[in-house]
């Protein structure tokens, strides 16, 4: 997928906006050796259908990107522990040399902040949490109980959830990571947030988790031939002898 991210960067600098209703989509990185059903959820409105570059098995592999022509700001929550938000900032600037090698300049900035339970989509609400085209939170959640609400699993250890309008940029989303579904994999924390801030730049993942039917992007299911799109920082898997510290292309 990054090997057409400089074209997608350069579409969405260009910017490239068809209004229309309000959809939610919510992307999550998935643990373990199974789909999560539910993982991805979209309404059913006028949505962002990809882009006409790059390789065509990955087209349609692009959601509603993010504004690129404005610096990004991260606001990192201060529940997170030093370690923790050590490791945020190293995802942010894996991105940002990215950018700067691509597009000649930064994606995203942070700050660490105590954020307020708002922060938290409420299921009833779905679009209702504090954000805006420029900037959005990386919260921290621990109880079980509101990731469950929010219908998430214990082997979600991440979800990006992206609020939009028709193929407009993304108007506002959140990163949510729940730190005790990874307890057991404690080396993964960097490597999820990698995958997330991908989904929040507007990259689907490397592989379709459905029945792979569609053409413009590809189905997990046919690609067991095919390791670049398991090596690729956007694949819907991870374990923890496969950590993806860096961007790596498919």
């Known amino acids: 997928m990054l090997d057409t991210f400089s074209q997608v960067l350069q579409t969405l600098y260009m910017g490239n906006a068809v209004m229309g209703?309000?959809?939610?989509?919510?992307?999550?990185?998935?643990?373990?050796?199974?789909?999560?059903?539910?993982?991805?959820?979209?309404?059913?409105?006028?949505?962002?259908?990809?882009?006409?570059?790059?390789?065509?098995?990955?087209?349609?592999?692009?959601?509603?990107?993010?504004?690129?022509?404005?610096?990004q700001v991260i606001?990192?929550?201060?529940?997170?522990?030093?370690?923790?938000?050590?490791?945020?900032?190293?995802?942010?600037?894996?991105?940002?040399a990215e950018g700067r090698r691509l597009i000649g300049r930064n994606l995203f900035r942070t700050q660490s902040l105590q954020l307020s339970a708002a922060s938290t989509p409420d299921p009833s609400e779905e679009c209702g949490f504090p954000g805006t085209s420029t900037a959005f939170s990386v919260v921290k959640?621990?109880?079980?109980?509101?990731?469950?609400?929010?219908?998430?699993?214990?082997?979600?250890?991440?979800?990006t959830v992206r609020c939009s309008s028709g193929r407009d940029f993304t108007s506002k989303q959140v990163v949510l990571i729940n730190p005790q579904n990874m307890v057991a994999y404690p080396t993964i924390f960097e490597t999820v947030l990698l995958h997330e801030l991908g989904h929040a730049i507007g990259l689907d993942h490397s592989c379709d988790g459905g029945n792979g039917s569609n053409p413009a992007f590809v189905g997990c299911n046919s690609i067991s031939a095919s390791p670049e799109y398991h090596e690729a920082v956007m694949y819907p898997y991870i374990d923890s002898a496969h950590l993806k510290e860096d961007l790596r292309s498919n």
């Open 75 to 96: 606001s990192i929550d201060s529940n997170f522990s030093s370690d923790q938000i050590t490791k945020i900032e190293q995802a942010v600037e894996t991105w940002n």
């Open 141 to 159: 959640v621990t109880d079980q109980a509101t990731w469950s609400a929010l219908g998430f699993q214990s082997n979600n250890p991440g979800v």
């Open 21 to 71: 209703m309000p959809s939610k989509t919510l992307v999550c990185l998935a643990l373990g050796l199974s789909f999560l059903a539910g993982c991805a959820k979209e309404k059913s409105d006028a949505k962002f259908e990809g882009l006409a570059c790059g390789a065509s098995d990955q087209r349609q592999s692009y959601m509603n990107p993010m504004d690129s022509t404005q610096l």
